[in-house]
C-alpha cells in the first residue's frame, strides 16, 4: 500500500468499538486504493460456518478470541490488505503487537451514544444481549478506549460523518503522518563515464511501481534491473 512518497505498508487496520462503522469505512478505503478489504469476523464466520453468538455459546469469549488472534495473525501477513477487526480485538496483548508492527493502525472514535444508536436493535452482537445495553456500551468503551490508543498510529474522530469522509479523514491523516517526498528525491541517476559504452544508473526505492519516473529515463533497447522485492 502506498501512502507517500516511498513509503510502503503491507497492511492498513482498521479498529475500535463495535458500531464505530469499520467494516463499511473498510470497504470504501480498500475501494478507493483498489486494494482487498477483509472484515476478521466475518473471516471468522466463514471459515467455521456458523455465527459469532454460536461461537460465543459453544466455545465462550475465551474460544472466540482464540479463533480471533489466529485469524488476525493470517490477515496481517497478507500484503495490500484493508483489515476491519472486532471491538475486542485489542484486549489480547499478542493482538495488539501484530497490528501494531506490521501494518498502519487507525482508531475510529465514535462516542458512546452513537455507538448505542447504531447497534441497539443488532441481535449479533453477544456482549449486549443485557438488560441495559447501553451502560455495557459505556463500560466497554471506558475499558478498551486506552487499548485502542495505545495501538493506533492513527486516531480519527469519527460519529456523524458519512463513510466517504472518514475515508478522505484518514487518507489526510496518514499524509500527515508521512508526507510526501519531493519527486526528485525519489530516483537518484548515476552516470557511468565509459565513453561511447556510457550508461546512467538510477537508483531509488519501489520504481517498478513508478513508471512516470522510470519511463523517460529509457532512451535504450536493452534494461538491466536490480531489485530485492
Not at 459469532?52 to 475465551?62: A, L, N, Q, S, V
Not at 447497534?119 to 478498551?144: A, K, W
Request: with cysteine; net charge neutral; proline share 6%.
Amino acid at each position: 500500500i502506498w501512502i507517500s512518497g516511498e513509503l510502503r505498508v503491507s497492511c492498513l487496520i482498521l479498529i475500535g468499538m463495535m458500531g464505530a462503522g469499520k467494516t463499511t469505512v473498510g470497504k470504501e478505503l480498500a475501494r478507493r486504493r483498489k486494494l482487498r478489504f477483509a472484515d476478521c469476523d466475518h473471516e471468522i464466520i466463514a471459515r467455521t460456518g456458523v455465527s459469532i453468538p454460536t461461537i460465543f455459546e459453544i466455545e465462550g469469549e475465551e474460544g472466540f478470541r482464540r479463533r480471533e488472534t489466529h485469524m488476525m495473525d493470517e490477515l496481517t501477513q497478507e500484503p495490500d490488505i484493508v483489515i476491519a477487526t472486532g471491538g475486542g480485538v485489542v484486549l489480547s496483548p499478542l493482538n495488539r503487537e501484530l497490528m501494531r508492527t506490521r501494518g498502519v493502525v487507525v482508531y475510529l472514535n465514535v462516542p458512546p451514544q452513537i455507538l448505542y444508536e447504531r447497534t441497539r436493535h443488532d441481535r449479533n452482537r453477544p456482549l449486549l444481549q443485557v438488560d441495559n445495553p447501553r451502560q455495557r456500551i459505556e463500560e466497554l468503551f471506558q475499558q478498551r478506549d486506552p487499548l485502542y490508543r495505545e495501538v493506533a498510529h492513527l486516531i480519527i474522530e469519527g460519529g456523524r460523518g458519512n463513510p466517504g469522509t472518514m475515508v478522505r479523514m484518514i487518507e489526510n491523516a496518514l499524509q500527515k503522518l508521512w508526507p510526501a517526498e519531493p519527486e526528485d528525491e525519489l530516483m537518484r541517476t548515476l552516470n557511468v563515464a565509459l565513453g561511447e559504452r556510457a550508461y546512467p544508473i538510477h537508483i531509488g526505492r519501489g520504481l517498478l511501481e513508478r513508471a512516470d519516473l522510470i519511463l523517460p529515463q529509457l532512451k535504450t533497447k536493452r534494461v538491466a534491473i536490480v531489485t530485492n522485492d
